[in-house]
């Protein structure tokens, strides 16, 4: 199992400039999420999904919007990118999402907005 | 709004001392989970406690869950450079499928 991945890896966009992080993982988990992770700041829930077609809105949604299609898949969209999304973008699953479930995240998203 | 306060932010320790990272709220939680990150990777999960006054270890990992379910705390005894990392704590928020995490400790072992 590949478990939980990201791509890209690094990525540089121009405030105003649109793009996806894409995240997938190969362990049939009903629940992902999306985090961002600031210096100080821990780990923000930003979106999430327990299930195909099923999304919720997480501590720091503005900016962002999500989708899931397939079980696999759940990207993350920033429709104008802003300074203030500079930030490392990490993606997790786990089994339903109860808290007692461990997340499995991946290798994260490093992404800066000039 | 729950929030788990960390502490301390930062700790840099010799090979071999023990330490304590704290994790406090004001809020109950079912379960708090510890996660350690290295950099340039994801958190892993290193342990779930449930039960208020639960303890567990893992190795040289001790790990307990205050009895009223709103704190918890790590104890490292003898610590060793591979201990190096950030030391996350995450519990869930009383909706249901939001994790809520510290700001986590820092802690670097000096061989």
């Known amino acids: 199992n590949a478990g939980v991945t990201q791509t890209p890896k690094f990525q540089v966009l121009k405030t105003g400039q649109s793009m996806t992080l894409q995240c997938a993982q190969d362990?049939?988990?009903?629940?992902m999420s999306w985090y961002r992770q600031d210096p100080g700041m821990g780990l923000r829930l930003i979106h999430y999904s327990v299930g195909a077609g099923i999304t919720d809105q997480g501590e720091v949604p503005n900016g962002y919007n999500v989708s899931r299609s397939t079980t696999e898949d759940f990207p993350l969209r920033l429709l104008s990118a802003a300074p203030s999304q500079t930030s490392v973008y990490f993606c997790?699953?786990?089994?339903?999402?109860?808290?007692?479930?461990?997340?499995?995240f991946g290798p994260g998203t490093r992404l800066t907005v000039t | 709004t729950q929030l788990l306060e960390q502490s301390p932010q930062f700790l840099s320790i010799q090979e071999g001392e023990n330490l304590t990272v704290y994790c406090n709220s004001s809020s109950v939680f079912s379960s708090l989970q510890w996660y350690r990150q290295e950099p340039g990777e994801g958190p892993v999960l290193l342990v779930t406690?449930?039960?208020?006054?639960e303890v567990k270890k893992l190795k040289r990992l001790t790990f307990q869950f205050g009895d009223a379910r709103k704190d918890s705390s790590l104890h490292i005894t003898a610590a060793q450079p591979g201990d190096t990392g950030l030391y996350l704590c995450?519990?869930?928020?009383?909706?249901?499928?939001?994790?809520?995490f510290g700001a986590g400790t820092r802690l670097f072992v000096k061989a």
């Open positions: 995450a519990g869930e928020n009383t909706g249901g499928f939001k994790t809520i």
């Open positions: 406690v449930v039960t208020g006054g």
């Open positions: 997790a699953s786990s089994e339903d999402g109860q808290g007692y479930n461990e997340q499995y």
């Open positions: 362990m049939n988990h009903e629940y």
